[in-house]
């Protein structure tokens, strides 16, 4: 048995005193360590201490090589030259901003292959024959392409933004359908829907919100081209806007944002400078007066304008005023109503009579009241529109347009005058009768301001060279017409004497005019007659002076001339109530006339007497035969009044030199007026 070995000991040698006295101080080391050791903050320094990870290798996307002796080489990826940082602090400082330089050169890098300018067209060409033909084919399974067609048109290319409205203009066209769509919030909340009907809503508030989204990119581009005309090549974006706004309007008054296709529209007429958008609104206009049947377009138009002219201060072409000419008032509009349906089913004595009532069940009347929500609803789908309807729509037409033409008589703004009084010639006969009196004060106001311009306008011809274009003569027989077409309609004749209407000025001034009137070279002038331009006024260089800007209409001064005689010698609601004085001064007066006339207004005169002489013939025989006399002293055509002129005293002796007259018409016509008196006096 194997005996155990020894246990060596560890024999340590004495301690010396140095050492022990160490030993002493290392303790005391230890102890201060370990006591100040319980206020380190070791997480805190564990979080700030610098981290060594393991970097990632990134992968190799090279492709291997093939050396000439058959050896296949792998080339690994070039290593990144970073600069050996000592610290944090330069990494930050220096090293981020390297990084930042290569991601942007990176994406530089990236979008420097650009597809051609011509490249791009050609493809949207492309993608929206082929999304329009798509919409064309199905609307109904492709609402969605409504929002792609507008993706296509927010390219920055100028072209794409024009092909695309345009594109979108021929699709709304021909997927707009013939009613107003209603919004969702209108019907119930629970309410059951089949599928084809769902599908169909479907649809509907896809086109609304496309459409939407489209009628306000077209106010944007309009709005854009007013401040800054398109300066690039050809039609520019804005002007293609506009004409896209007025064939909407027009195509399709009855669908949903027709008020913000009109704002377009009459934002372009805000604008004095008139050119070829400017004439397209104006056309769509006059098309949707025209062509309105319900009254509500034509109100919401009007009232759109008005608010416009008013902001703007009346500071708008007279084109824009002489709109109000083409709306359908005149014919159509009652002023007492619809009788249709005021009288339906109504007695005698205006009351309906008393029906025996039928005795219905609680689910019967409930039937009943359905059918009817239902009638209503299916009335205003079909867009039909009664007659009282129109009729209030209509009315309320008017009082915006008469509120507008009384601010600018009030404002007396000078170029929008004659356009003004135009219009109230025209709708004279639904006037009030309360306002007749303070119109005729207005109307004879006028006739005075306009005396007064004319005789300002010799001696400060070179200071109003730039002012507004105005023609006083006509202002004032359109004044002349406005009065008395106020008495011709309304029974308002009748009612003169508790009126208080006098018209004797309008009839004396009338006749003060017409020497001056016979002698106006632009006598038969109309609105778009040619001029030739003055050589010694200085602003008829300009090209734009070719034509007659001061005119109204279309109605020329001759006409308006007759107008005015017709309703003074010939008025229709008391035709045999003239006084002879005042016919035998007019006839002499237009005699006279009619030899500075030119050969139409003076065939145009002489039919006129013709006229007056087969009702009157009586009444102004003497002044064809000079041997009976019947006034005393001379006459004088220049007289204050019709009255005092003493007509009875001449002749007309006019006659005989009008028989010599180069114009075979005007020789006829007078044969035709001394037939008429040979006639009358048998």
Not at 548 to 557: A, D, G, P, Y
Request: charged share 30%.
């Amino acid at each position: 048995m194997a005996s155990r070995p020894t246990k060596k000991r560890k024999l340590t040698p004495p301690q010396s005193d140095d050492e022990g006295a160490s030993r002493k101080s290392s303790s005391k080391i230890q102890k201060s360590f370990f006591v100040n050791a319980a206020n380190w903050d070791l997480e805190q320094d564990y979080e700030t201490k610098a981290r060594k990870g393991k970097k990632k290798d990134k992968e190799n996307t090279r492709l291997p090589l093939k050396l000439p002796g058959g050896r296949v080489q792998h080339v690994s990826n070039p290593a990144a030259e970073f600069p050996s940082l000592e610290s944090d602090e330069d990494w930050l400082e220096g090293g981020e901003d390297e990084s930042e330089g290569e991601e942007t050169g990176g994406k530089r890098a990236e979008e420097k292959p650009e597809i051609p300018e011509h490249q791009q067209i050609l493809e949207a060409k492309e993608e929206l024959a082929k999304i329009a033909l798509m919409l064309n084919e199905s609307p109904d399974e492709n609402g969605g392409a409504f929002k792609a067609l507008a993706k296509i048109g927010q390219s920055r290319i100028p072209t794409i933004q024009k092909l695309t409205i345009a594109t979108q203009l021929a699709v709304y066209k021909d997927v707009i359908p013939g009613y107003r769509i209603r919004p969702v919030a209108e019907d119930g909340p629970e309410e059951k829907l089949s599928k084809d009907v769902r599908r169909q809503r479907t649809f509907e508030q896809s086109l609304i919100a496309g459409y939407q989204a489209y009628v306000k990119g077209l106010a944007r581009y309009a709005k854009s081209g007013r401040h800054h005309g398109g300066g690039g090549q050809g039609q520019s974006i804005a002007s293609v806007a506009i004409t896209c706004a007025c064939s909407l309007l027009t195509a399709v008054p009855h669908f949903n944002f027709r008020a913000d296709l009109i704002k377009i529209l009459v934002g372009k007429l805000s604008t004095r400078h008139v050119d070829d958008d400017f004439k397209k609104c104006l056309d769509a206009l006059v098309t949707l007066f025209k062509e309105d049947e319900e009254g509500r377009p034509s109100m919401e138009a009007v009232s759109t304008l008005s608010k416009m002219m008013k902001a703007r201060e009346y500071e708008v072409d007279e084109s824009v005023v002489n709109l109000f000419l083409h709306l359908r008032l005149l014919s159509e509009f009652s002023p007492y109503g619809d009788s249709t349906d005021q009288t339906n089913g109504a007695g005698p004595n205006g009351k309906k009579p008393k029906s025996k009532k039928d005795f219905r069940t609680k689910r019967e009347r409930k039937h009943m009241k359905e059918q009817k929500a239902l009638q209503k609803d299916m009335a205003q789908a079909d867009a039909l529109v009664s007659h009282q309807e129109r009729d209030k729509c209509q009315s309320e037409t008017l009082k915006l347009v008469f509120a507008t033409y009384f601010r600018i008589l009030k404002l007396r703004v000078p170029q929008l005058m004659g356009a003004v009084l135009e219009g109230l010639a025209k709708y004279s006969h639904l006037i009030n009768q309360d306002f007749f009196g303070d119109l005729l004060e207005a109307l004879k106001d006028l006739i005075r301001h306009s005396d007064a311009f004319e005789e300002e306008d010799g001696e400060d011809a070179k200071e109003e060279a730039e002012a507004p274009i105005r023609n006083p003569s006509r202002e004032a027989l359109l004044c002349t017409t406005t009065a008395f077409a106020l008495l011709a309609g309304q029974d308002a004749h009748n009612a003169r004497a508790d009126l208080h209407l006098d018209l004797s000025f309008f009839t004396t001034h009338l006749y003060q005019t017409l020497f001056p009137l016979c002698l106006n070279p632009d006598l038969e002038l109309g609105a778009r007659s040619l001029h030739l331009p003055d050589p010694d006024k200085p602003s008829s260089s300009s090209p734009h002076n070719s034509k007659s800007s001061n005119k109204v209409n279309l109605q020329t001064t001759t006409v308006l001339l007759i107008r005015c005689l017709t309703a003074i010698l010939i008025p229709p609601w008391n035709i045999r109530s003239v006084p002879p004085l005042r016919l035998s001064a007019f006839a002499k007066q237009l005699a006279t006339a009619s030899l500075h006339m030119p050969e139409k207004s003076a065939q145009a005169v002489l039919a006129l007497l013709a006229d007056v002489a087969a009702v009157h013939g009586r009444k102004i025989a003497a002044l064809w035969n000079t041997e009976e006399r019947k006034g005393d002293g001379t006459f004088n055509p220049l007289s204050e009044s019709v009255e005092a002129s003493n007509p009875f005293a001449a002749t007309v002796w006019e006659g005989e030199i009008l028989r010599r007259h180069y114009c075979p018409k005007v020789r006829e016509g007078v044969r035709i007026v001394e037939k008429s008196v040979g006639l009358a006096e048998r």
